[in-house]
């Protein structure tokens, strides 16, 4: 849930980045705010990665401006890194150390001494349950593991804001939904994340928001719900009978808000361009009423990766 407060801790604001002739970010603005997962999905070389190195201070836009927390990473990058954390899609580790070795080296990085930087190892190592494999040498570690402890890397300083770009890259299932648990975590505690990943399942189920870019521009941004109620949302629905299936099918075409009707003995497929549940019920009754002889009557409506196969061209620079 989105924590209660007017005041976004991301913006991209009219952001621009050119490579040459290859707009990489045109013109994207979006906001996050605390305790929000916002999504950030598109097809590689979208400009996803892009606009996060900006964010996270690592380039320059050309044009616009990207603020953390209300901080510009063109005017205040010092104070933008104080505030945020990092998990790029790669990165690099010291085989030579432990996971604690190498979570310490990070919290005296950003100048954490004493009991703070304790606290914040001994907090970081629990969460993301990399403390009972504290001592292990990082080179050992799982991929599951990796991420985790770049997440713990990410996060050792406390940020209010998370940068997150292809967390669950290479996971096995498991660990996918444990990380993903700990995502949400993060937001409950009023933290704001920006995610970027091309598992659109994940983020459909852990995003508060997203945002789909393309070509380097932002084509669209909004919550999932709002997204899918501009794109002439539509429900599957599937009907099993014991017989008279095509029967069905001719007396669907009259009905209303029914489209795409294909029909066999037993089964009927088609299109309910209505979203409400009421007229789910309503229909079925009608059908029941007609004297079809339903045995199962399911319905599906789109997920996200429908939203973004609609929006999208597969278009590249």
Same mark, same amino acid.
């Given at each position: 849930?989105?924590?209660?407060?007017?005041?976004p801790?991301?913006?991209?604001?009219?952001?621009?980045?050119?490579?040459g002739?290859t707009?990489?970010?045109?013109?994207?603005?979006?906001?996050?705010?605390?305790?929000?997962?916002?999504?950030y999905i598109g097809?590689?070389?979208a400009?996803?990665?892009?606009?996060?190195?900006?964010?996270?201070?690592?380039?320059?836009?050309?044009?616009?401006?990207?603020l953390?927390d209300?901080f510009s990473?063109?005017?205040?990058?010092?104070?933008?890194?104080?505030?945020?954390?990092?998990?790029?899609d790669?990165?690099?580790?010291?085989?030579?150390?432990?996971?604690?070795e190498?979570l310490?080296?990070?919290?005296?990085?950003?100048?954490?001494?004493?009991?703070?930087?304790?606290?914040?190892?001994?907090r970081?190592?629990?969460?993301?349950?990399?403390?009972?494999?504290?001592?292990?040498?990082?080179?050992?570690?799982s991929?599951?593991?990796?991420?985790?402890?770049?997440?713990?890397r990410?996060?050792?300083?406390?940020?209010a804001?998370? /940068?997150l770009? &292809?967390?669950?890259?290479?996971? #096995?299932?498991?660990?996918r =939904? !444990?990380?993903?648990?700990? +995502?949400?975590?993060?937001?409950?505690?009023?933290?704001?994340l920006?995610?970027?990943?091309? /598992?659109?399942? &994940?983020?459909?189920e852990?995003? #508060?928001a997203?945002?789909? =870019? !393309?070509?380097?521009?932002? +084509?669209v941004?909004?919550t999932v719900?709002?997204?899918?109620?501009?794109?002439?949302?539509? /429900?599957?629905?599937l009907?099993?009978?014991?017989s008279?299936g095509?029967?069905?099918? !001719?007396?669907?075409?009259q009905?209303?808000?029914?489209?795409h009707?294909?029909a066999?003995?037993?089964?009927?497929?088609?299109?309910?361009?209505?979203?409400e549940?009421?007229?789910?019920v309503?229909?079925?009754?009608a059908?029941?009423?007609?004297?079809?002889?339903?045995?199962e009557?399911?319905?599906?409506?789109?997920?996200l990766?429908?939203?973004?196969?609609q929006?999208?061209?597969?278009?590249?620079?």
């Amino acid at each position: 849930m989105v924590a209660s407060t007017d005041r976004p801790m991301i913006e991209l604001r009219r952001l621009f980045r050119f490579f040459g002739t290859t707009k990489a970010v045109n013109d994207v603005s979006f906001e996050v705010y605390p305790g929000q997962v916002f999504g950030y999905i598109g097809p590689n070389g979208a400009g996803k990665t892009t606009s996060m190195r900006i964010l996270s201070t690592l380039d320059l836009p050309d044009y616009g401006d990207a603020l953390v927390d209300g901080f510009s990473v063109i005017n205040d990058p010092d104070r933008v890194r104080q505030r945020l954390g990092f998990m790029p899609d790669n990165f690099g580790t010291y085989p030579n150390m432990n996971c604690v070795e190498y979570l310490d080296f990070f919290a005296r990085s950003y100048g954490l001494v004493g009991r703070d930087r304790t606290k914040a190892l001994r907090r970081t190592l629990a969460y993301t349950g990399l403390d009972r494999i504290a001592e292990k040498p990082i080179r050992g570690l799982s991929k599951g593991m990796r991420q985790r402890l770049c997440l713990g890397r990410a996060m050792i300083h406390d940020p209010a804001v998370l /940068i997150l770009d &292809e967390p669950a890259n290479g996971l #096995d299932p498991r660990a996918r =939904i !444990e990380l993903r648990n700990m +995502i949400r975590g993060l937001a409950a505690d009023s933290k704001a994340l920006l995610v970027s990943s091309h /598992i659109l399942t &994940e983020l459909g189920e852990m995003c #508060d928001a997203i945002g789909i =870019i !393309e070509r380097g521009e932002l +084509i669209v941004s909004g919550t999932v719900a709002e997204i899918k109620a501009r794109l002439r949302p539509h /429900i599957d629905v599937l009907i099993k009978l014991t017989s008279r299936g095509e029967d069905l099918g !001719e007396w669907l075409k009259q009905a209303p808000n029914v489209d795409h009707i294909a029909a066999s003995q037993q089964i009927v497929r088609f299109q309910l361009s209505s979203t409400e549940a009421d007229h789910q019920v309503e229909l079925l009754r009608a059908i029941v009423l007609a004297d079809f002889p339903v045995i199962e009557f399911t319905s599906e409506s789109r997920t996200l990766e429908d939203v973004f196969m609609q929006i999208t061209t597969g278009a590249v620079q």
